[in-house]
């Protein structure tokens, strides 16, 4: 069972996922563990340590796909700032904000209890 209240303290949509999700807290569930199982994140954080800036890049768009399908806004948002610093090859910015985007990655897991 999802912790949605755990959830939306880290600024999840819960109102626009019903409606995206037509109301089944099941298949939002299983899309969200989906999009937890990916560990996307880790591959951002991994292809900016490493210098690869092309995966990173494309690592922040699968991000900011599935974090506003999932109407997980705040993520949604953190990681559009991290594509703009990668633009402007701000890594010390987007490495910044990735351990931001970890916190909240690490909280959207436990509301999953995953």
């Given amino acids: 069972m999802i912790n949605f209240d755990l959830l939306e303290s880290i600024g999840f949509d819960h109102s626009t ?9 099941k298949f939002y569930a299983k899309c969200l563990a989906r999009y937890i199982d990916s560990n ?3 591959k951002l954080r991994k292809s900016i340590d490493e210098k690869r800036y092309h995966d ?3 690592a922040v768009h699968t991000l900011i796909g599935s ?3 999932l109407a997980l806004t705040r993520l949604y948002e953190l990681y559009m700032v991290i594509n703009d610093a990668l633009k402007l090859d701000d890594t010390a910015e987007a490495r910044r904000l990735v351990a931001q985007a970890e916190r909240i990655e690490e909280a959207v897991r436990e509301a999953a209890n995953r």
Avoid: Q
């Avoid at 996922?17 to 807290?25: L, T, V």
């Fill in 40 to 42: 996307n994140i880790e």
């Fill in 67 to 69: 974090s506003g399908n």
């Fill in 17 to 25: 996922a019903r409606k995206r999700f037509d109301n089944d807290d």
């Fill in 56 to 58: 990173a890049s494309d």
